[in-house]
């Protein structure tokens, strides 16, 4: 071997440059796929507050008074990952909520549209009230009635003193 040369005939200065530039570019690899995760992170952090969010305003099918976004439920799962693929696939809001409900109705929805067909979801609490009221004011009314009081004849006041003082109560 020659002066600096190693068996494949490079010199140090050449091989420390090539070391060099080896370091440089891991490190500019690792930067970029850094930068990349966490550009990633960054807009799953994004899909996930809106999955999150349009969860919160279904309803799930199984447990009925739960959102799919706190229901624990396999349904529940299988309609947020549904709801997670169609924003990633860069659905809207609105749209997502159109396929929920024409797949599962109007029910899915925590807050229903008014409309001619869920007139009773909105009405019929508000009736269940107004019926119950009506029925506890018409009972209050009728046991506030009072009766007059029974007036005895002077020949019924009789008999009755007379029933009080005898021994044989059984005429």
């Known amino acids: 071997m020659e002066g600096n040369q190693n068996h494949r005939g490079a010199t140090a200065p050449t ?23 966490f550009a990633q992170t960054a807009s799953d952090a994004a899909l996930d507050a809106r999955v999150k969010a349009l969860s919160s305003e279904l309803r799930c099918l199984v447990c009925q008074n739960q959102t799919v976004a706190d229901s624990d439920s396999g349904v529940a799962r299988d309609m947020r990952e549904q709801v997670r693929t169609q924003l ?36 019929g609490p508000f009736a269940a009230l107004l019926l119950a009221s009506f029925l506890l004011i018409r009972r209050l009314r009728k046991s506030s009635v009072t009766h007059a009081p029974a007036v005895l004849s002077d020949e019924e006041r009789d008999r009755a003193r007379a029933m009080l003082n005898s021994k044989d109560l059984s005429n």
């Open 15 to 37: 091989r420390a440059r090539a070391m060099g530039t080896l370091a440089r570019i891991a490190v500019l690899c690792f930067f970029v796929t850094s930068s990349l995760a």
């Open 88 to 123: 990633a696939a860069g659905k809207s809001e609105a749209e997502v909520k159109t396929y929920m409900t024409d797949r599962f109705g109007d029910f899915v929805l925590y807050n229903p549209p008014f409309k001619a067909k869920t007139v009773v979801l909105w009405a």
